[in-house]
């Protein structure tokens, strides 16, 4: 295993920790944010929909320099 896919299991697992704090806190914090309910409206109230999407991003970034890295052909 080379540090390219240590750090792409990293930003994985690190995003995956983020968004799954953000989507607990918004389950637990039932929130009606301008007329929008459930989820959505949760993570707008408490602010943390932006975090949410930004670990997304993370966790989806390392996704993909995982399978880049373990399914690139050799030369």
């Keep these: ?3 390219k896919m240590i750090c792409g299991i990293l930003l994985t697992v690190i995003g995956l ?3 799954a704090l ?4 918004g389950i ?3 929130w009606e944010y301008n007329g ?3 989820l959505l409206g949760s993570l707008m109230g408490t602010h943390t929909l932006i975090p949410f999407i930004l670990s997304l991003v993370v966790m989806i970034v ?3 320099i995982c ?3 373990a399914f690139r052909k050799e030369k």
Excluded: E, Q, T
Aim: aromatic share 18%.
């Design 1 to 3: 295993m080379d540090k």
């Design 17 to 19: 920790v983020f968004s």
């Design 22 to 25: 953000c989507f607990i806190n």
């Design 28 to 30: 637990l914090n039932p």
């Design 36 to 38: 929008i309910s459930g």
């Design 62 to 64: 390392g996704l993909v």
């Design 67 to 69: 399978f880049w890295r």
